[in-house]
């Protein structure tokens, strides 16, 4: 099957809010995987239904060095923040761009697994950056929306440029 396609910013599908799952079912767990299958090809540590056209809250994340720890949350809600940390984010649908972005050092997360089963996590660090990083765009939100609106025209205008070069 081919790889799925990741939209870029400003595309405004990306601006979608995504519905909670209503059941978890095959479908939704081969989802899980052709996201994982385009995240590692990428590559990424992380990557949101949202930003494949689906907008469901899905979102797959593997942040280890062998890529042989995936974890999908399905319909997740952070329960508990502490701390802050600023981090170089990038994102896949915005390429070529790294920007500092302050978020919570360590999260709780309440979500389903592909199984139907919910789960409660704790995750701190780059996972816990990660994390967030995908939950925002299940909100339409990207991490350009964290800069100044001078900074998002730059970024905006030079990847419009390099769309239309294609
Ligand atoms: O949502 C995405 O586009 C996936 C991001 C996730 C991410 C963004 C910022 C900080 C941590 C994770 C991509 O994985 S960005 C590319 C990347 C690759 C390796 C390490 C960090 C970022
Ligand atoms: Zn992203």
Redesign the pocket.
Known sequence: MDLLE?LEFPDPRLRTTAKPVKNVDGKIADLADQMLEA?YV???????AT?VNVHLELIV?D?TEDKDSPIVLINPTIINTEGELE?A??????PGFFEP?NRAEMITIEAINTAGNPFTMEASG?LA??IQ??MD?LKGKL?VDYLSSTKRQMIRKKLLKQQKQR
Request: aromatic fraction near 4%; include cysteine; charged fraction near 5%.
């Open positions: 990741i995240m990428a590559p990424g540590i992380g990557l949101a930003q994340v942040v981090t984010e990038g994102c896949l649908s915005v972005v780059l950056v990660c990083h995908e765009h991490f």
